[in-house]
């Protein structure tokens, strides 16, 4: 499984657009990529998933580069409710979802 | 449509015990994952369910079993607890053979004295 590197931690005022890079140099053609929000005490919550290009739903977007070494996840006009840990897995989602590598996130923090 | 749901929330055990924890999963998956995730950290993988069977392992010592029922939901047991037991236990229920996303359940939390 592709091992990925994100910020620790990111802060944001509220009403701003936050952008979360994710590195996975070692992507393999059938993998995807995968973000999910945690609150504490929660478990994680599916954000948005991609393979390529952009990928826009309802509460974020999902830019994939050419190469795919990389993403970002684009969370539009931040709220205080947006303060949560952000994971970036990549993994091959043909054979059996669900051996998902979770590094240890970026905390984002949405400040008044 | 039901979601991912597991039990007891809450759990207190002391060294060397055993323990079952209970998953439920989401109607119409039959894949089910187990993650550990200390405070702080991101979840590690466990062990993950397809159709009854053990399909994929991570690196977690065999003391830590499980089961599939076939209505899918699934057992977590951990034998001789150890201290760095202690974590957030969480299930993922995912539709076998697709796109990798999960459902996770609010976690069990279980603290081991």
């Known amino acids: 499984l592709a091992k990925t590197t994100q910020p620790i931690s990111m802060d944001s005022y509220e009403g701003q657009e936050v952008n979360i890079t994710c590195s996975h140099n070692?992507?393999?053609?059938?993998?995807?990529i995968t973000w999910y929000q945690q609150f504490p005490s929660q478990g994680p919550r599916f954000i948005i998933q991609g393979y390529k290009t952009k990928v826009t739903n309802e509460v974020a977007s999902l830019f994939i580069p050419a190469d795919r070494k990389s993403s970002t996840l684009s969370l539009p006009r931040v709220s205080l409710s947006d303060t949560a840990v952000y994971y970036c897995?990549?993994?091959?989602?043909?054979?059996?979802?669900?051996?998902?590598?979770f590094g240890d996130g970026t905390t984002l923090t949405v400040k008044p | 449509e039901t979601g991912v749901t597991q039990s007891p929330t809450h759990l207190i055990k002391t060294r060397g015990q055993q323990v079952t924890l209970r998953c439920s999963s989401q109607?119409?998956?039959?894949?089910v994952s187990w993650y550990q995730q200390a405070l702080g950290q991101g979840p590690q993988f466990i062990f993950q369910y397809y159709r009854e069977e053990e399909n994929g392992r991570g690196n977690f010592p065999p003391r830590f079993s499980g089961l599939q029922f076939p209505n899918y939901s699934s057992e977590l047991n951990v034998n001789a607890l150890e201290l760095d037991d202690s974590a957030l236990y969480l299930c993922?229920?995912?539709?076998?053979?697709?796109?990798?996303?999960?459902?996770f359940g609010p976690g069990t939390r279980l603290l081991v004295l």
């Open positions: 897995l990549v993994g091959d989602g043909n054979t059996n979802a669900g051996k998902s590598t």
């Open positions: 993922a229920s995912s539709e076998g053979g697709r796109r990798e996303t999960q459902y």
């Open positions: 109607s119409g998956h039959n894949t």
């Open positions: 070692n992507i393999a053609t059938n993998d995807y």
